[in-house]
């Protein structure tokens, strides 16, 4: 399929295998939806993890079993990016933004969904970024292996034109379980590979194509550095974690990890999201300084962590899609975060843009090419910080002071430069 074009900015989609490492027959299949400048000189990219993985298709495993026979398949049919279109966030940088869909046997009888803890997804997110870095928009990456590369089949001019980055900066993104799945990959390639081998689930892939008789690509421990995702910035919309025996561990261990990372790390939370801040195991953030929470382990007291949440005032588990979904509204059914009646954001509104708008000037920051520069006290007094850090950042949207008058949240730390709550536009 030849990518849709319009105006400066390409579509098209990626299908390839996955298996984690190379050692062990665990294999995932995966679908890339990526957009990229169409002049193939991508500044960075989003890697966005979205919160509900394949949909609620039952009729999943028999159009698997029909589409193996009419070369067809129903993974390759989902668009994540319909729920989350924050496409208008990447064009002024000339950024990319990518989205990786895959199936998953969570539970007998729903593979299709995902709830969280399962630091695989994770992997996934890291394994298609460093994909896409190295080979660009193609299903054939064979074409730059060693052995077929500059021959008279695959001229290097074939193989050229499929890349798109000129960095291998990368934003890891993600929303609901997929907002805590993103932390994985934010962790880099050796903090994965170390705790992937400390937890059963080691980490060194291997891509495949999908033919009867797959090519594969060398193991990622040997790319070079510059083909693998260099993490350079993570955002958490409404994270959530669960501990699910044999199946999702957490991702606690790699929260700790990222207390230790110097760039940019944003948590958003809604004030009526019970699916984060009750549900998820731990919470994503919690007003009582004696609960432990998803950011209190990003972000210990004392800390050098770059960490730092905000919380939308009526902010909804849901309000961050673009449209709706109705897997994602049983979310927002029963929410008990608020009163009942609380009016709250809906998908495609005014939460949705101002997610659009954070994306923009969180990206902004980045200079052409490279990664965040300077250290903490050019992140917390950035301009993307004192645009967040106000009651009402963008359109309706207002939100909820902290306990010491500032609309953002971080671990205290001694002789840190002081921040001024702002309050209005």
């Not at 679908?31 to 394949?54: C, K, S, T, W």
């Not at 929303?175 to 980490?203: D, L, N, W, Y």
């Not at 917390?380 to 500032?406: A, E, M, Q």
């Not at 671990?411 to 209005?424: D, H, I, Q, V, Y």
């Amino acid at each position: 399929m030849k990518p849709i074009c319009i105006n400066d900015y390409c579509f098209d989609h990626v299908h390839i295998w996955i298996q984690y490492d190379h050692s062990i027959p665990q294999f995932v299949e995966v679908a890339i939806e990526i957009f990229y400048p169409r002049d193939r000189q991508a500044n960075g990219l989003v890697m966005f993890n979205h919160g509900f993985l394949i949909g609620v298709d039952l009729l999943y495993y028999p159009k698997k079993i029909l589409g193996s026979l009419v070369n067809d398949n129903p993974l390759f049919g989902v668009h994540p990016s319909y729920y989350y279109n924050y496409s208008r966030a990447i064009v002024e940088k000339n950024w990319a933004m990518a989205f990786v869909t895959a199936t998953h046997i969570q539970a007998q009888g729903i593979p299709w969904t995902d709830f969280g803890g399962n630091p695989r997804v994770g992997q996934e997110a890291y394994a298609a970024a460093s994909y896409l870095i190295k080979y660009g928009v193609t299903d054939e990456f064979y074409k730059a292996e060693s052995k077929y590369a500059g021959t008279a089949i695959y001229k290097p001019e074939d193989i050229e034109a499929s890349r798109f980055m000129r960095s291998n900066n990368v934003v890891f993104a993600g929303h609901s379980v997929g907002g805590a799945h993103a932390q994985v990959p934010a962790t880099g390639f050796e903090t994965m590979q170390r705790i992937g081998k400390e937890t059963c689930r080691p980490f060194d892939p291997v891509i495949y194509d999908r033919e009867l008789f797959p090519n594969y690509s060398e193991r990622m421990s040997r790319w070079a550095p510059e083909e693998r995702a260099n993490p350079v910035g993570l955002v958490q919309l409404s994270p959530v974690d669960q501990k699910i025996p044999l199946i999702g561990p957490g991702m606690e261990l790699y929260r700790r990890e990222l207390a230790e990372r110097q760039m940019p790390i944003l948590m958003i939370v809604g004030e009526c999201d019970s699916a984060c801040l009750e549900d998820s195991t731990p919470p994503a953030w919690s007003g009582d300084p004696g609960v432990e929470t998803e950011f209190t382990q990003e972000s210990p007291e004392g800390s050098d962590s770059w960490a730092v949440v905000a919380n939308v005032e009526h902010g909804s588990h849901c309000g961050y899609l673009t449209k709706k979904n109705e897997l994602c509204s049983l979310a927002d059914l029963d929410s008990g975060a608020c009163e009942k009646g609380t009016p709250t954001w809906k998908p495609g509104g005014e939460e949705s843009l101002f997610t659009n708008e954070l994306f923009k000037k969180f990206i902004a920051m980045y200079p052409d090419g490279g990664a965040f520069e300077g250290g903490f006290g050019k992140w917390i007094h950035s301009d993307f910080i004192k645009w967040l850090n106000r009651k009402n950042p963008y359109g309706k949207i207002d939100l909820v002071p902290f306990d010491d008058g500032k609309y953002i949240q971080y671990a205290s730390r001694g002789g840190c430069p002081p921040l001024e709550g702002k309050k209005g536009k």
